[in-house]
């Protein structure tokens, strides 16, 4: 197994944090293992973590990550045995999947992200089916891969409260779309499980309810291993008024934009750091790392050109961006290969099954590295998260497992957060059902 080269700055107190996080490494497994009897974690997630060598902080959690098809495939049994796991906790006796992917039919990096994803779900005991939501698959269809392979999609059905792929009835339905463009009525209150659930789409959710959720998790864990929650959360705040292309709701944004400088270029004063505070500026519905912009000064965002204005007021699906989160800038200090990179964990169920580090060789340590121009390198988390080594805090793994604590940290959150929107959902729904009886 071939790893790609890592360079990290270690600086400030980042080997301070992953030596506190290899003492306390019992606390934390039991700790985490406690949570998880509270908690439902979803059945699967990447999370973009960044390390600036004095912070190391997650930045974005996708719940329905298209990327399968970068890990190291030596770990492809770690994601089968969690998948097993996974849907043994909704379906013990489950015997059929329908997998429900995004509509890039033409984009051959994801669709082979679908195609190891149908083979992880087959190695666990599904006989598995690829249904679209596409209106123009009318009966099935094959698209050949890059590889040679062959992708069958099949037109899907409602046959009751029962989704069908051409005549298969799964008992497990798996979405790998994110619901950009809103939920289609052909999913709604469906008797078979739904994986992830509806209200974990972009319809609903909401980047800074999970940070909201993971302000809370850090906090809590912070006290369990005695640091400064700053070091593992990024400070940030929501914008829920804007209009890119009208010029409005600026004042709110440039107000939030000062307010977090301040508070970043405070904690840079406390722990002497030299650097630059930023702050990110995205949407806070979407994905693809669309609607992003790197942000250092207040006026910025009042100084917008057409162009960039163009860009942040519509993300994936021509979804118009109204909300905003304004994010703490976390600097990435990895590198591979001498481009900047950052790991991108994988995680099914509560495990860790994998990750790589996203590279780009035109971004810089402070710029969206989720763009046009993006490489991965294969990282083989899984193993070195499960053998740090206390004695030696120099060694790759002790970096590696903290990267999986980090990630965990922000799958809990997503538990929560998901758990706390289902629960507003049915309390407002409730009202409305009892007016109509």
């Not at 984009?107 to 195609?115: D, E």
């Amino acid at each position: 197994m071939t790893v790609p080269r890592l360079a990290t700055v270690l600086t400030g107190p980042l080997p301070e944090l992953e030596r506190g996080l290899l003492a306390s490494m019992t606390s934390i497994e039991h700790w985490l293992r406690s949570r998880w009897q509270e908690h439902a974690a979803p059945f699967y997630c990447s999370v973009d973590l960044r390390n600036s060598g004095f912070k190391l902080a997650p930045v974005d959690t996708n719940l329905f990550p298209g990327g399968f098809n970068n890990l190291n495939p030596d770990f492809h049994p770690l994601c089968v045995q969690a998948t097993m796991a996974a849907i043994e906790k909704v379906c013990p006796d489950a015997r059929g999947a329908v997998l429900i992917p995004e509509s890039h039919t033409r984009n051959q990096f994801y669709l082979q992200n679908v195609a190891v994803l149908q083979t992880i779900l087959r190695h666990a005991g599904l006989d598995v089916r690829i249904g679209s939501l596409l209106r123009e698959v009318a009966g099935p269809i094959e698209l050949e891969l890059a590889s040679g392979a062959k992708l069958k999609l099949e037109p899907l059905e409602r046959r009751g409260n029962r989704l069908v792929a051409d005549g298969f009835d799964p008992c497990v339905v798996l979405l790998n779309n994110d619901l950009s463009a809103g939920t289609p009525e052909i999913l709604m209150n469906l008797e078979q499980a739904v994986l992830p659930p509806l209200h974990a789409g972009w319809t609903l959710r909401r980047k800074s309810n999970h940070f909201e959720a993971y302000r809370q998790v850090a906090a809590e864990f912070a006290q369990l291993i005695r640091i400064d929650p700053w070091l593992i959360n990024p400070y940030f705040e929501k914008c829920g008024k804007i209009n890119f292309q009208e010029r409005k709701g600026e004042e709110c944004l440039e107000g939030y934009v000062a307010e977090i400088l301040e508070d970043v270029r405070a904690k840079y004063r406390e722990y002497g750091i030299k650097e630059d505070p930023f702050v990110i500026v995205k949407a806070d519905a979407g994905t693809y790392g669309m609607g992003i912009m790197t942000v250092k000064d207040p006026s910025d965002v009042r100084d917008l050109n057409r162009k960039q204005r163009k860009k942040m007021a519509v993300v994936k699906e021509g979804l118009e961006v109204h909300e905003v989160m304004v994010q703490e800038g976390v600097y990435t200090f990895e590198s591979v290969d001498d481009a900047v990179a950052e790991p991108v964990v994988y995680l099914i169920d509560h495990f860790v099954v994998g990750g790589f580090y996203r590279v780009h060789t035109q971004r810089g340590k402070d710029q969206n590295l989720n763009a046009p121009g993006m490489q991965f390198a294969p990282l083989a988390f899984a193993a070195p998260c499960s053998s740090p080594n206390p004695d030696d805090p120099g060694c790759p793994p002790n970096r590696f497992y903290a990267y999986g604590v980090i990630a965990r940290l922000a799958l809990l959150a997503a538990a929560i957060e998901l758990e706390q929107t289902g629960t507003a959902l049915a309390e407002h729904a409730a009202p409305r059902a009892a007016a109509g009886s």
